[in-house]
């Protein structure tokens, strides 16, 4: 009866291995331990990229939007060609972050 329990251990033992790819007994059980710190710190991760996601398809936005308006307000309103190719270019900076973090 004791040798079963411990053939019915060393082949879960087994199986573990061969799902985690690791040796050591103790190493096996650290990470289980830390399976949900790493689990919590994945989560936390996952949500602060998303709020940066976020921040940048607002600052693309809004980018996108002083581009639109000074484009059709003319030369007169504010003022030259420059700072429409500015806004342009913070418009593809923006663009540019966010595609970035979106990978």
């Not at 411990?6 to 061969?18: G, H, L, N, P």
Request: hydrophobic share 30%.
């Amino acid at each position: 009866m004791q040798k079963d329990k411990v053939t019915k251990y060393e082949e879960a033992f087994r199986r573990i291995k061969e799902a985690t790819g690791i040796e050591d007994i103790n190493e096996v059980i650290e990470k289980f331990l830390t399976q949900d710190e790493t689990q919590d710190n994945l989560t936390r991760l996952s949500k602060e990229a998303q709020a940066r996601i976020d921040a940048l398809n607002e600052e693309k936005g809004k980018a996108k939007a002083r581009v639109e308006e000074m484009r059709y307000a003319g030369p007169g309103s504010f003022g030259s060609r420059r700072m429409v190719d500015e806004y342009d270019a913070k418009l593809s900076e923006a663009s540019s972050k966010c595609d970035k973090n979106r990978k």
